[in-house]
């Protein structure tokens, strides 16, 4: 399972009365408020001592994976920072808002996921990546503070990805245990129209190579075809004739060609002679929040809420209890 599950990793349709009244509350923030028509106060500056004050006395233990100290970051100075890792630079309010809400689910959902060597969450892509927080981040963090996104009452695991490419995708379709997370659903998102397609070329020897990593062993890969796709389209697996095993999943097949170069499993694929033609949409396993999509809906003026609503039309938005 992909470790940037948050967000790095989300039904029921949010009730809209509820919603109304958790946004709300927020009206009055300083930074920005994300109820339409509500007066935006001045931009004043977020102080950490404000981000804690507003944490509730949450605290997470960061560390990283090679040793070191282990530092106790009030929770929402450190979903500051991470958004400041993780989101990219100019995002619009809205999208920082919804990766805010995201990010503190994930925070608040794996604590103790490295219990073992004695802090919360790390440092690096396996949990979540941080840096020195913005203006922009803290005002995000302020406006959305203690906000996470639930299932049956409970925060849930949220999963989100680069770039869905125009639809996200059934977390029980990617990996074999996302059948504990049935609220992550695949849903059209409309906004990836005129993405460009990305394109990846490899020889039938460069592929086998690459997945007898991974296990399946022959002197030589006769073939590379696709059995069977999902319910977005995306390639579930593929058939190596020639190879023992003979199938892998879609997923596998990234891992072994490289996550970075096999962008996404929304590929076509063309042969001619040994050489074979990969042409795809959309960067990551495209579960959960889709970052990219995110960031143009908040940029033509959605709110989190509606954002939110979107990619995790099972989860609802909940404080978390004081
Ligand atoms: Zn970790
Ligand atoms: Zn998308």
């Given at each position: 399972?992909?470790?940037?599950?948050?967000?790095?990793?989300?039904?029921?349709?949010?009730?809209?009365?509820?919603?109304?009244?958790?946004?709300?509350?927020?009206?009055?923030?300083?930074?920005?408020?994300?109820?339409?028509?509500?007066q935006t106060a001045a931009l004043e500056p977020v102080a950490d001592a404000a981000l804690e004050a507003a944490g509730n006395g949450r605290t997470v233990r960061v560390g990283s994976l090679g040793g070191g100290s282990v530092s106790v970051l009030p929770l929402e100075v450190y979903v500051a920072r991470v958004l400041a890792g993780e989101a990219a630079p100019n995002t619009a309010d809205g999208a920082l808002q919804a990766l805010a809400i995201a990010a503190r689910t994930f925070t608040i959902v794996n604590a103790g996921r490295h219990d073992r060597d004695g802090f919360d969450i790390c440092d690096t892509t396996h949990c979540q990546v941080f840096r020195a927080a913005t203006a922009?981040?803290?005002?995000?963090?302020?406006?959305?503070?203690?906000?996470?996104?639930?299932?049956?009452?409970?925060?849930?695991?949220?999963?989100?990805s680069a770039s869905c490419g125009g639809r996200t995708e059934r977390a029980s379709e990617v990996w074999a245990a996302g059948g504990r997370f049935p609220y992550l659903l695949g849903v059209d998102d409309e906004v990836h129209e005129g993405d460009p397609v990305w394109r990846l070329e490899r020889s039938l020897d460069e592929v086998r190579d690459a997945v007898a990593r991974l296990g399946p062993r022959?002197?030589?890969?006769?073939?590379?075809?696709?059995?069977?796709?999902?319910?977005?389209?995306?390639?579930?697996r593929v058939s190596l004739p020639g190879l023992s095993p003979d199938?892998?999943?879609?997923?596998?097949?990234?891992?072994?060609?490289?996550?970075?170069e096999l962008r996404s499993t929304a590929f076509t694929m063309e042969r001619t002679g040994d050489r074979m033609r990969f042409e795809g949409r959309g960067y990551g396993h495209g579960v959960g929040l889709c970052v990219v999509g995110a960031g143009r809906r908040a940029a033509r003026g959605e709110t989190a809420e509606a954002i939110l609503r979107h990619?995790?039309?099972?989860?609802?938005?909940?404080?978390?209890?004081?």
């Open positions: 399972m992909p470790a940037r599950t948050v967000f790095q990793a989300v039904l029921v349709a949010l009730a809209s009365v509820l919603m109304a009244s958790v946004w709300a509350d927020q009206a009055s923030v300083p930074g920005g408020a994300p109820v339409p028509g509500a922009a981040t803290r005002r995000a963090v302020l406006v959305s503070a203690g906000l996470v996104l639930t299932y049956n009452g409970t925060p849930a695991e949220v999963f989100y022959g002197t030589r890969l006769e073939d590379l075809r696709i059995d069977s796709r999902s319910g977005s389209g995306r390639v579930s199938t892998l999943t879609g997923d596998q097949l990234r891992s072994a060609l490289g996550f970075a990619y995790f039309p099972a989860l609802e938005t909940r404080r978390l209890d004081p």
